[in-house]
């Protein structure tokens, strides 16, 4: 049974700090791109940061030396840590896994990030 299950969200103050996490289960995540996405109230999902099976990583520009993109392959589990938190950055966070090859894509069912004073 494939799983992709994101935690690691909650409430934190501009400029601080939350590292996500998003474990995967019944597939084989090496094989697997891995993509963070977000959706804030009101728009449309964007995504925040990529990191490919090798490890090359690509970011938004809006979390360009702010947010760090990487993944344990021994583990199944990719993480995001998110530094200098805007409020701008508030969203549910969703994580996405796509085959290199072929079709099969999997999506979690977010983790709210909410940065607030």
């Known amino acids: 049974q494939v799983q992709v299950v994101e935690s690691g969200g909650g409430l934190v103050q501009p400029g601080g700090s939350l590292r996500l996490s998003c474990a995967a289960s019944?597939?084989?995540?090496?094989?697997?791109?891995m993509k963070w996405h977000r959706q804030a109230p009101g728009k449309e999902r964007e995504l925040v940061a990529t990191?490919?099976?090798?490890?090359?990583?690509n970011y938004a520009e809006s979390v360009k030396g702010r947010f760090t993109i990487s993944r344990d392959n021994a583990k199944n589990t990719m993480y995001l840590q998110m530094n200098s938190l805007k409020p701008e950055d508030t969203a549910v966070y969703y994580c996405?896994?796509?085959?290199?090859?072929?079709?099969?894509?999997?999506w979690g069912q977010g983790t709210q990030v909410t940065v607030s004073s």
């Open positions: 990191i490919a099976i090798l490890g090359n990583t």
């Open positions: 019944g597939f084989t995540f090496s094989m697997y791109t």
């Open positions: 996405n896994a796509r085959h290199v090859y072929n079709k099969y894509e999997y």
